[in-house]
């Protein structure tokens, strides 16, 4: 039995979340928001057919909005992120091997029955999903990665295809490549995609069957692992994803420019306990720290600053990344600066089970043993009863700067204060 590449995605991912927690407004036109409130950044398919633009500015198209009577709400990356676990979790279970490609996305492999037919795999995992998590999903089947995205967009355009497709039993694969646009094959970017249209290329058909000499030599091996993919000959396989991060990174916009360095160390150790937090969940240590701020990108005094620290013995300490995260900050601060942005990223991350211990110093061992105690019963309350129930003070100031997201949904997975309470009589 061959191997065959699944591509895997949330259909409107960002919407189907909230609908997921609102189901009222299933079937009604929606728009989520970016940080601040500031862009469309999704649609469901209602909005779409509306005619509502994507990545236009919110205040242009507010009025439009209310008169479609079409739902806003702001962006939920919290709730996102949890969907999100929930079903790379589910797909791992049901894949042989799965690499997670985005917050929606992923690939995946398994092997082809005799039969060759996928399909009804394909609707039973369509369904577990949905009973399990409640989101729909598109599955796109082929040989290879290209072929595989290909089809996942073939399932998603044509409606009798019911979210599934499977280009792989298809001998004649003209039609369905003739449909692809080339600038909609994975792996063909704008620059590319202007350059085959110079020579004539118009779709993924026509990408497939031109000289492969003219493409090497405009695009070296990168542009024949694309055309040798659509061929149905393997040149990308599959990652199994690693579960440990290479880094951990956590940055916020402004809801206002900030010119002061109180409210930007206020920032930042907001941002330095959700990022040892999450460090902590994902059993790993950080032994370097940058923070980094920056004001308007499109300002005519454009400023950005980074600095990067060292921390000497590898630590998911908050208390420890506080104190060496307001360090840098006194670094990159400058005033009269007006801020729109800042965050921290925590590298040269390893697993805690090789943490490095002090050999002379018990004192130290022993403070180290009751810091790491107190971490872990924060981050218990927290993920029991919601982020910031508990944590330390300089850290619960009152923050108007904090991103602008007065439409965010009330229900969330990841807060109890927010699951719906149920009376039975």
Not at 96 to 119: M, Q, V
Not at 212 to 238: A, D, F, T
Not at 275 to 282: D, E, F, G
């Amino acid at each position: 039995m061959s191997k065959v590449i699944l591509q895997i995605d949330g259909n409107n991912f960002y919407a189907s979340c909230e609908q997921l927690v609102d189901p009222s407004i299933k079937g009604k036109g929606l728009v989520v928001l970016s940080n601040n409130d500031g862009c469309i950044i999704a649609r469901n398919s209602e909005a779409r057919k509306m005619g509502i633009p994507m990545g236009q500015p919110y205040f242009k198209l507010k009025n439009k909005l209310n008169q479609l009577n079409i739902n806003v709400r702001s962006s939920n990356y919290e709730l996102y992120g949890d969907i999100s676990s929930r079903l790379m979790q589910l797909l791992r279970i049901n894949c042989e091997e799965l690499e997670i490609y985005s917050i929606d996305e992923a690939f995946g492999t398994i092997k082809r029955p005799k039969e060759k037919c996928l399909y009804q795999w394909g609707k039973n995992l369509r369904a577990l999903v949905y009973q399990n998590i409640g989101i729909p999903i598109s599955i796109g089947i082929g040989e290879t990665k290209v072929l595989s995205k290909i089809s996942n967009h073939l399932a998603k355009k044509t409606q009798n295809n019911s979210g599934i497709f499977d280009i792989g039993v298809i001998e004649n694969k003209d039609p369905y490549l003739n449909f692809i646009k080339v600038d909609k094959v994975w792996g063909i970017g704008k620059r590319m995609s202007t350059w085959l249209k110079s020579k004539g290329i118009t779709n993924a058909r026509e990408l497939r069957d031109m000289s492969s000499n003219q493409i090497k030599e405009k695009y070296g091996v990168v542009g024949i692992r694309i055309q040798n993919e659509l061929k149905g000959n393997l040149c990308i396989p599959v990652k199994e994803t690693s579960l440990d991060r290479k880094e951990i990174c956590v940055s916020r916009s402004f809801s206002y420019p900030i010119d002061n360095l109180e409210e930007l160390n206020q920032a930042i150790i907001k941002y330095v306990l959700i990022a040892s937090s999450k460090l902590r969940k994902h059993n790993q240590l950080s032994s370097a720290i940058t923070v980094f701020t920056n004001t308007n990108i499109h300002s005519k005094d454009f400023f950005k600053s980074e600095v990067t620290g060292k921390i000497n013995v590898p630590t998911s300490d908050s208390r420890v990344m506080i104190k060496i995260s307001l360090e840098l900050t006194q670094k990159i601060f400058k005033p009269y600066r007006r801020l729109t942005k800042a965050g921290v990223i925590l590298h040269k991350l390893q697993s805690n089970q090789y943490k490095q211990k002090l050999l002379f110093e018990q004192q130290f061992i022993k403070e180290a043993l009751h810091q790491e105690r107190l971490n872990h019963v924060i981050d218990q309350i927290n993920n029991s009863n919601g982020r910031d129930t508990i944590n330390w003070g300089s850290s619960m100031i009152e923050k108007e700067w904090s991103p602008r997201r007065k439409k965010t949904s009330m229900i969330k997975t990841t807060h109890i204060e927010s699951i719906p309470t149920i009376y039975a009589k």
